[in-house]
């Protein structure tokens, strides 16, 4: 946070869930989310908030820049209809265990998402996110959940966050094989 500053940026801003965190303190700029608190590791509703704070930053941004007016209503209109998009994402969720039975076998997984939802469109179904300007949102609902019926599915305690933060901060792997 201090690098941009010394390049001549004019400032820096962050959109975080933890108002003591030290990139909090850093930023010239730091709306926060205040979504709930997070223990370890950032959980899929403080993910999904920022994603949605970045929307709405975009949408400020485009307002300010006076840009087309039909553009600006039709990117409020697909924000709008997030939460009907996710309850719709929601709605494959047999097909997500599903296709998490075929991982079960895999001693490691890491579920990531190329590009706009292509590894949930690929491996699941199509999913209407109306446009790109939502989808990664939408898109994180299923891929989030494909990686929850995993840990189900193989036993393994689906909320293991302090081991998973005791790895990450010190690098302890004791109990890192039944992190996913």
Do not use: W
């Not at 697909?78 to 309850?87: E, P, S, V």
Request: glycine share 4%.
């Amino acid at each position: 946070m201090r690098e941009p500053h010394l390049c001549g940026y004019l400032g820096t801003q962050t959109i975080c869930n933890v108002p003591g965190s030290s990139v909090v303190r850093e930023a010239d700029l730091k709306p926060m989310t205040r979504v709930a608190p997070e223990i370890g590791v950032a959980s899929v509703k403080a993910f999904t908030t920022q994603l949605v704070a970045l929307a709405l930053l975009t949408l400020h941004l485009v307002k300010q820049q006076d840009l087309d007016a039909t553009r600006y209503d039709t990117l409020c209109a697909k924000l709008q209809r997030l939460l009907r998009a996710i309850d719709e994402a929601l709605q494959i969720e047999p097909q997500v265990i599903q296709l998490a039975e075929r991982f079960i076998r895999h001693r490691h997984a890491l579920f990531l998402d190329r590009g706009m939802g292509n590894t949930v469109r690929r491996c699941i179904l199509r999913i209407d996110a109306s446009g790109e300007f939502i989808a990664p949102t939408v898109f994180t609902v299923p891929l989030q959940s494909l990686a929850y019926h995993v840990v189900v599915l193989r036993g393994a305690d689906v909320d293991p966050s302090r081991d998973l933060a005791k790895f990450v901060a010190v690098g302890d792997r004791s109990n890192l094989s039944t992190i996913i």
